[in-house]
């Protein structure tokens, strides 16, 4: 669905990162005056500069390989038994599994299966 924006700004320099800023997100943005515009600008530029800020989960893709790890770690698997698995090396996994923890924003393995649970990327 596209969706046509005008935007009503005097300062051309607001114009061009509102709009920016508009074509970068997902979501629906109302902007009343130009102030409010900056503020939208701002919000937008620190949740795209710091992801850890960003609410967990909320949104998280993770990608096939992560979603595969998460599975095996689901299973109780360390990380050797999952390189072995997957053919790549421990290294590789430890890669992974951090990356999967910041993305659903958990502390421990754990806390990540429980996670993944929660939000349907695992099965029951």
């Keep these: ?13 607001l114009r061009r990162r509102l709009a920016a800023a508009l074509r970068s997100d997902a ?9 409010d515009a900056d503020l939208v600008v701002a919000e937008r530029a620190v949740a795209t500069a710091a992801p850890a800020l960003a609410p967990a989960v909320e949104g998280a893709s993770l990608t096939a390989r992560e979603l ?3 599975r095996l770690v689901s299973e109780g698997l360390g990380n050797k038994e999952i390189a072995a698995r997957l ?9 992974h599994v951090a990356s999967v923890l910041a993305k659903l924003g958990a502390h421990s393995r754990t806390e990540a299966v429980s996670t993944g649970l929660r939000t349907g990327l695992l099965p029951l």
């Design 1 to 13: 669905m596209k969706l046509r924006v005008h935007i009503d700004v005097v300062d051309d320099a």
């Design 27 to 35: 979501g629906v943005v109302v902007v009343a005056d130009a102030e």
């Design 68 to 70: 595969a790890v998460l």
């Design 87 to 95: 053919g790549i090396s421990a290294h590789t996994v430890k890669f």
